[in-house]
């Protein structure tokens, strides 16, 4: 009889009930049944992110229990539900070599921890292969459509406008300011104007800044503020928290919003990836040059003032799609943890910004020093030399920490990332994009080759 341990491990357990767990077990214990082992111990660790490198009790016990004998294989929904770390893998694989257990099985594959490929396979979860981005992607769409359909309150992100940050009681001072702006839409006022208004009046959004269009179109087309739960943009359910406008105010404010005659302002579509594109055949940075009738496409743009060769094209909504896509599965990847667990991340940026000004104050002594006769010129560009060195050194960590910043919550969390990407404004999407992103090189289009072609874009990781 192989007797076999099931682990699972829900990183972060905001909703306060346990699907993610239970759907893991699960799923763990039909493919043990597949596998004809007997489940003898079920290891839960809930509420724990590996990836922070806290003490899981369970993972601790289950080692255990592997170290004594109890145990002949280990099941889990997925290898990074074991391990987020490298460092912890290896531990775990010596662990299972000295006591001789060699089977590791996981919903998404079996891995055998005897053989040289096993072991590649348990260490590169994801790394190379898509199929870890898709079992991510699968995984969240999986609990997020179940918490959509029990009408559940999502999680994580700032507190909703009108709602208190339990996200469930109504904060009646701006659910009023909700109410009225809802009805003068519905009356015919338009976006913009509802927003200077609210600024003339003083009243801040939740971040504390002024209204924007696009926040004030963004809440009122929300099913949130009438009761009903949405999921990818569609309203599946009523929801647990009480609505502040009718769900019917919603379904005409999404007609009357969603209605592309009202769209005045078509030219100003932005461009997410506006600076990080550079032209395979000249090297120029591609700029925004939409279509004629308005297709959004970025273009090595030539003529007059602009230096580009005008030979590269690129369409901009697909492209965009793919390097979001790879920006996300590359913040999963462990080269891009290794890169980061060696960069001054939590460092505070005020030893490097201390840096700067001293060796500012030095250039500025050493100039009023030429000033006074009391160097030479020679002197005086010789001691500036190493001084401004270190100045540029310190203005690069002090760039790169900001860059990284960004990320901060998202490496390795990929999933969580993509379930909110759409809802980001294009400014964060841009940072984010670009902390891990130095440039696409883009290559020249295909003749008569009209659809997406993944292989004319070489992307050059910053990270
Ligand atoms: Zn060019």
Same mark, same amino acid.
């Not at 839960?44 to 109890?70: C, E, I, K, N, T």
């Not at 469930?168 to 927003?195: D, H, K, P, Y």
């Given at each position: 009889?192989?007797?076999?341990?099931?682990?699972?491990?829900?990183?972060?357990?905001?909703?306060?009930?346990?699907?993610?767990?239970?759907?893991?077990?699960?799923?763990?214990?039909?493919?043990?049944?597949?596998?004809?082992?007997?489940?003898?111990?079920?290891?839960?660790?809930?509420?724990?992110?590996?990836?922070?490198?806290?003490?899981?009790?369970?993972?601790?016990?289950?080692?255990?229990?592997?170290?004594?004998?109890?145990?002949?294989?280990?099941?889990?929904?997925?290898?990074?539900?074991?391990?987020?770390?490298?460092?912890?893998?290896?531990?775990?694989?010596?662990?299972?070599?000295?006591?001789?257990?060699?089977?590791?099985?996981?919903?998404?594959?079996?891995?055998?921890?005897?053989?040289?490929?096993?072991?590649?396979?348990?260490?590169?979860?994801?790394?190379?292969?898509?199929?870890?981005?898709?079992?991510?992607?699968?995984?969240?769409?999986?609990?997020?459509?179940?918490?959509?359909?029990?009408?559940?309150?999502?999680?994580?992100?700032?507190?909703?406008?009108?709602?208190?940050?339990?996200? *469930? #009681?109504? =904060?009646?001072?701006?659910?009023?300011?909700?109410?009225?702006?809802? $009805?003068?839409?519905?009356? !015919? +006022?338009? %976006?913009?104007?509802?927003?200077?208004?609210?600024?003339?009046?003083?009243?801040?959004?939740?971040?504390?800044?002024?209204?924007?269009?696009?926040?004030?179109?963004?809440?009122?087309?929300?099913?949130?503020?009438?009761?009903?739960?949405?999921?990818?943009?569609?309203?599946?359910?009523?929801?647990?928290?009480?609505?502040?406008?009718?769900?019917?105010?919603?379904?005409?404010?999404?007609?009357?919003?969603?209605?592309?005659?009202? *769209? #005045?302002? =078509?030219?100003?579509?932005?461009?997410?990836?506006?600076?990080?594109? $550079?032209?395979?055949?000249? !090297? +120029?940075? %591609?700029?925004?040059?939409?279509?004629?009738?308005?297709?959004?496409?970025?273009?090595?743009?030539?003529?007059?003032?602009?230096?580009?060769?005008?030979?590269?094209?690129?369409?901009?909504?697909?492209?965009?799609?793919?390097?979001?896509?790879?920006?996300?599965?590359?913040?999963?990847?462990?080269?891009?943890?290794?890169?980061?667990?060696?960069?001054?991340?939590?460092?505070?940026?005020?030893?490097?910004?201390?840096?700067?000004?001293?060796?500012?104050?030095?250039?500025?002594?050493?100039?009023?020093?030429?000033?006074? $006769?009391?160097?030479?010129?020679? +002197?005086?560009?010789?001691?500036?030399?190493?001084?401004?060195?270190?100045?540029?050194?310190?203005?690069?960590?002090?760039?790169?920490?900001?860059?990284?910043?960004?990320?901060?919550?998202?490496?390795?969390?990929?999933?969580?990332?993509?379930?909110?990407?759409?809802?980001?404004?294009?400014?964060?999407?841009?940072?984010?994009?670009?902390?891990?992103?130095?440039?696409?090189?883009?290559?020249?289009?295909?003749?008569?080759?009209?659809?997406?072609?993944?292989?004319?874009?070489?992307?050059?990781?910053?990270?």
């Amino acid at each position: 009889m192989v007797r076999a341990a099931i682990y699972a491990r829900i990183s972060s357990d905001r909703e306060g009930d346990q699907l993610g767990v239970r759907r893991q077990i699960e799923d763990c214990e039909r493919l043990a049944e597949q596998k004809g082992w007997q489940v003898t111990e079920r290891y839960v660790d809930d509420d724990v992110s590996a990836y922070s490198g806290r003490v899981r009790p369970a993972y601790r016990q289950m080692l255990a229990d592997l170290r004594d004998g109890h145990l002949d294989a280990v099941t889990v929904w997925h290898v990074d539900r074991l391990h987020r770390q490298p460092k912890e893998l290896e531990e775990f694989m010596e662990l299972c070599d000295s006591v001789a257990v060699s089977r590791l099985a996981s919903v998404s594959g079996v891995i055998d921890l005897s053989t040289h490929d096993g072991r590649f396979t348990a260490r590169i979860p994801g790394a190379v292969s898509k199929k870890e981005s898709d079992d991510k992607s699968r995984r969240a769409t999986r609990k997020h459509q179940e918490l959509a359909e029990a009408g559940k309150i999502a999680g994580g992100g700032t507190r909703p406008y009108g709602y208190e940050s339990d996200k *469930r #009681t109504v =904060r009646e001072t701006e659910a009023a300011v909700i109410r009225e702006c809802a $009805r003068q839409l519905l009356a !015919g +006022e338009s %976006l913009r104007s509802l927003c200077s208004d609210l600024e003339e009046r003083g009243i801040p959004t939740v971040t504390g800044a002024a209204w924007k269009t696009q926040t004030l179109r963004r809440l009122l087309m929300s099913g949130r503020i009438s009761g009903q739960r949405e999921h990818h943009g569609e309203l599946v359910a009523a929801s647990e928290w009480p609505g502040i406008i009718t769900p019917t105010e919603t379904t005409r404010i999404r007609a009357l919003l969603s209605d592309p005659s009202r *769209r #005045t302002n =078509r030219s100003v579509r932005r461009y997410l990836l506006v600076r990080l594109l $550079r032209c395979g055949q000249c !090297g +120029e940075l %591609l700029v925004s040059r939409p279509k004629e009738g308005g297709a959004r496409r970025y273009a090595c743009a030539s003529g007059p003032g602009l230096s580009g060769c005008g030979r590269t094209f690129v369409m901009a909504e697909t492209l965009e799609e793919f390097v979001v896509e790879a920006v996300l599965h590359r913040l999963d990847s462990p080269e891009l943890a290794t890169t980061l667990s060696g960069a001054p991340i939590g460092e505070d940026g005020d030893a490097w910004q201390g840096e700067i000004e001293s060796s500012q104050t030095q250039l500025d002594e050493l100039a009023a020093m030429y000033g006074r $006769r009391e160097i030479g010129l020679t +002197e005086w560009r010789a001691a500036r030399a190493p001084i401004e060195q270190r100045v540029t050194d310190a203005r690069k960590r002090l760039s790169r920490l900001t860059r990284t910043s960004v990320l901060d919550g998202h490496v390795g969390n990929a999933a969580d990332l993509r379930a909110r990407w759409a809802t980001l404004p294009l400014s964060r999407q841009h940072a984010i994009v670009a902390a891990v992103l130095d440039h696409v090189v883009v290559g020249p289009g295909r003749r008569g080759l009209n659809r997406f072609d993944p292989s004319r874009f070489q992307p050059v990781w910053r990270l």
